[in-house]
């Protein structure tokens, strides 16, 4: 009787134990929710994704991992179905995202809209429609990390063949140039500070103020240049006219006048020349007076033949 009672024990511990681990399953597992399958495709690494990984939507928790495989029509391909519940409002216009959680490095999909197309994007449990996956911000930061490395190293390509022996000697040359050229525009700079001190006590206030004096002097002898300038036109006025007046007080009636005294100045010329010309065949006339003429015919002393 007493092995019964033992027996009859265990067997109601044994049914506690396996219902409370029902319990716990249920109670682990939470609520079942109705779920839709999905495709995601992507052409990128995957690492750290793995089956049961979580789906998460915008942040929240909406699904989890359900396979992972090659597509057999394209082994470039990847393709992870997940599935989703089913009151997730996705569209044509949604993209996955593999997404990594803290420091633990476990990967997760993260599923986004783009806003491209909001019409909605319809469940078919027996042929899912596909979602594309957009690089992650690691693969991001590889490809650009990547395309900076490479120009990084074209960068220090083209410094070192700047920079070879030839260059550096020009460099080096250009550099000893610039040194001497600046040890020339010393003296240089110094007479430019000196002109530009002269400069500055040249157009000191005491000089503007004389030079505006100056000024000032200068406009009234500028006007009563204008004035002589009137009065010299007008002059210039009266001497066309008076070039032009025929009358006996006019400047035209001079011209008769003027060839009278020129005929008269021809005829003194002539007379004075043949003084001269006298002269200068009897010079001695001018102390004894002209010699005589010789006699003619008739006259005393009158010889035939150059006699007497």
Known sequence: ???????FVAGIFVLLLGLAALLALYWLGGAKDD??????????NIGGLNPQAQVRYRGIRVGKVSDIRLDPDDYSNILVTISVREDVPLTKGTVAKLNYQGVTGLAHILLLETGKDKAPLEPDDEKPPQIMMIPSLFD???????????????LMASANAMLSEENRKHL?????????????????LENLNGSLIQIRKLVDDQNVKKLSAAAGEVAPLLADTRV???KMQAATDKLD???????AGGTAALMPRLNELASDFSTTSRQLSRVLRILEDSPQGLVFGAPA??????????????GQ
């Open 293 to 306: 003429l010789p006699p003619g015919p008739g006259e005393p002393g009158f010889a035939n033949g150059g």
């Open 241 to 247: 006219g008076a070039i032009g007046d025929a009358s």
């Open 35 to 44: 779920t839709h399958d999905y495709v995601v495709v992507t052409k990128q």
């Open 140 to 154: 991001e930061l590889g490809e650009s990390g990547a395309a900076t490395l490479k120009q990084a190293q074209l």
């Open 1 to 7: 009787m007493e092995n019964k009672s033992h027996a």
């Open 228 to 230: 002589l300038i009137g």
């Open 172 to 188: 080096t040359a250009t550099l000893a140039n610039l040194e001497t050229a600046s040890a020339h525009m010393k003296p240089a």
